[in-house]
């Protein structure tokens, strides 16, 4: 896959419309019949293929990320029926009628991004978006797509089709955010009635309803997980911060065991670690770069003039002749979150400190008093 997308066409006029989207939207690399060859394919990166275009497609859903087809709709379904697998897996895939006149989202609206697909093709050709998926339609939360521009990742997926039912279906839905984001309500209109945001889950336990998106880096209790998941989505925000200090040639198992040891106590969600903050003496250390690596982090590093422009309680000497810093896992915490205060402000193990904090994030914009 040289682009995320494969745009395909079939007939004459579809060919031409291909092309033309290709110089303007040029995300997509090209396949057409050979039949309709003009001898500049080659020096265009056009790839042609022989016989029926069905042949081709197991391979394309395995190669891009989208796939844009110039075929009828009917067609379509038929092809893609017996290679589908799951939501989370199949690629986007966008129709285009024959005229033009119509870009229609057709498999992974949300997870896959066909709907955001379909509507910048629209746009490229002129064409009129033709999006289904019920929260789209009713500029409501796409419970699949919550929170994926920010970075949340969803812990517990099996109840997103009877949540997101619950959703459009105007039930009463609870959305408990203790940390995150806020300005996640996309739409210019209040937030539905039907959907009452609340900050802790021990409130959110105290009222009845249907279903519930709950974001938090928390790990729930027992009761917690009964109550708000028994028909609910569980969000991880990136909202913490670890400052990190370690001897020269700590292992990533000694960094690693620390981390999750220390999460657990303060019961916290791994998933909904941001970065690593440190100094810039580290910037090249093995055991933070590996960890880091493995878990899909960065690797945030401060210079000991700015990890000193933060007060520490507990400043140590020791540190200072050694670095330049007076601390630094816990400086690069709050440097890094911009945090005032730490949720843990330091913890030694071994060749090792941890200091956690948490990002603050601004008020809700969609609490419902202020609506």
Request: with cysteine; proline share 4%.
């Given at each position: 896959?040289?682009?995320?997308?494969?745009?395909?066409?079939?007939?004459?006029?579809?060919?031409?419309?291909?092309?033309?989207?290709?110089?303007?939207?040029?995300?997509?690399?090209?396949?057409?019949?050979?039949?309709?060859?003009?001898?500049?394919?080659?020096?265009?990166?056009?790839?042609?293929?022989?016989?029926?275009?069905?042949?081709?497609?197991?391979?394309?859903?395995?190669?891009?990320?989208?796939?844009?087809?110039?075929?009828?709709?009917?067609?379509?379904?038929?092809?893609?029926?017996?290679?589908?697998?799951?939501?989370?897996?199949?690629?986007?895939?966008?129709?285009?009628?024959?005229?033009?006149?119509?870009?229609i989202?057709?498999?992974?609206?949300?997870?896959?991004?066909?709907?955001?697909l379909?509507?910048?093709?629209?746009?490229?050709?002129?064409?009129?978006?033709?999006?289904?998926?019920?929260?789209?339609?009713q500029?409501?939360?796409?419970?699949?797509?919550?929170?994926?521009?920010?970075?949340?990742?969803?812990?517990?997926?099996?109840?997103?089709?009877?949540?997101?039912?619950?959703?459009?279906?105007?039930?009463?839905?609870?959305?408990?955010?203790?940390?995150?984001?806020?300005?996640?309500?996309?739409?210019?209109?209040?937030?539905?009635?039907?959907?009452?945001v609340?900050?802790?889950?021990?409130?959110?336990?105290?009222?009845?309803?249907?279903?519930?998106?709950?974001?938090?880096?928390?790990?729930?209790?027992?009761?917690?997980?009964?109550?708000?998941?028994?028909?609910?989505?569980?969000?991880?925000?990136?909202?913490?911060?670890?400052?990190?200090?370690?001897?020269?040639?700590?292992?990533?198992?000694?960094i690693?065991?620390?981390?999750?040891?220390?999460?657990?106590?303060?019961?916290?969600?791994?998933?909904?670690?941001?970065?690593?903050?440190?100094?810039?003496?580290?910037?090249?250390?093995?055991?933070?770069?590996?960890?880091?690596?493995?878990?899909?982090?960065?690797?945030?590093?401060?210079?000991?003039?700015?990890?000193?422009?933060?007060?520490?309680?507990?400043?140590?000497?020791?540190?200072?002749?050694?670095?330049?810093?007076?601390?630094?896992?816990?400086?690069?915490?709050?440097?890094?979150?911009?945090?005032?205060e730490?949720?843990?402000?330091?913890?030694?193990?071994?060749?090792?400190?941890?200091?956690?904090?948490?990002?603050?994030?601004?008020?809700?914009?969609?609490?419902r008093?202020?609506?």
């Amino acid at each position: 896959m040289n682009k995320p997308y494969a745009a395909v066409a079939i007939t004459k006029h579809g060919v031409e419309m291909a092309r033309g989207l290709t110089e303007i939207f040029p995300a997509a690399d090209l396949f057409y019949m050979s039949k309709f060859a003009r001898g500049d394919e080659e020096a265009k990166d056009i790839r042609l293929f022989e016989g029926s275009v069905k042949l081709i497609l197991p391979d394309l859903f395995k190669a891009y990320n989208g796939i844009i087809l110039f075929i009828s709709l009917g067609a379509v379904v038929r092809m893609i029926a017996p290679i589908l697998v799951d939501k989370k897996q199949d690629p986007a895939v966008v129709v285009i009628d024959d005229r033009g006149e119509h870009v229609i989202s057709v498999l992974s609206g949300h997870l896959g991004g066909a709907n955001e697909l379909t509507r910048e093709v629209a746009l490229a050709i002129g064409a009129r978006p033709v999006i289904t998926t019920a929260s789209d339609v009713q500029q409501t939360i796409p419970v699949d797509m919550f929170g994926r521009s920010f970075g949340w990742k969803i812990e517990s997926f099996e109840r997103a089709t009877p949540v997101s039912a619950s959703v459009v279906n105007e039930e009463r839905v609870v959305v408990v955010q203790e940390t995150g984001e806020k300005n996640w309500w996309m739409y210019d209109k209040p937030l539905p009635s039907h959907i009452q945001v609340l900050h802790s889950a021990e409130a959110a336990m105290e009222i009845d309803f249907q279903a519930a998106l709950v974001i938090t880096d928390r790990l729930l209790n027992l009761r917690e997980e009964s109550v708000l998941l028994r028909n609910g989505v569980l969000y991880r925000p990136q909202s913490l911060v670890l400052g990190i200090g370690c001897n020269r040639g700590t292992s990533v198992e000694e960094i690693e065991a620390l981390i999750l040891d220390t999460l657990l106590e303060l019961k916290l969600s791994v998933k909904s670690v941001r970065n690593i903050a440190t100094i810039d003496l580290k910037k090249d250390e093995p055991g933070l770069l590996e960890v880091c690596a493995k878990q899909g982090w960065k690797l945030i590093t401060y210079t000991p003039e700015q990890l000193n422009t933060v007060t520490l309680k507990n400043p140590s000497e020791t540190v200072h002749r050694f670095t330049g810093a007076y601390g630094v896992s816990e400086p690069a915490a709050l440097l890094s979150s911009g945090a005032a205060e730490w949720l843990l402000e330091k913890k030694k193990s071994g060749n090792c400190t941890i200091s956690v904090a948490r990002v603050p994030f601004e008020a809700a914009a969609v609490d419902r008093e202020s609506l």
